[in-house]
């Protein structure tokens, strides 16, 4: 369903719904105009593949080192 694939891809339901509507992710819709949508695992795994990668640093390699400012008192 929608919401296992939001779910599994830690994205919100409209996100999903999103992707369906550009092509991105292929959902098959059952009983007619309003069914329900459903998406194989190997849908979600060839979208996976087709997106782009990009890394993400960890936490303490994005944190930069804290500057004291002299006009701030806490």
Do not use: F, N, W
Not at 23 to 29: D, F, P, Q, S, V
Request: aromatic share 2%.
């Amino acid at each position: 369903t929608v919401r296992d694939v939001a779910e599994r891809l830690q994205l919100s339901i409209a996100s999903v719904y999103v992707m369906i509507r550009q092509g991105t992710l292929i959902a098959h819709r059952l009983g007619g105009r309003k069914g329900a949508i459903r998406i194989r695992p190997e849908d979600v795994d060839s979208c996976l593949d087709t997106t782009e990668r990009i890394h993400v640093p960890s936490k303490s390699a994005r944190s930069s080192p804290r500057v004291k400012l002299k006009h701030i008192r806490l």
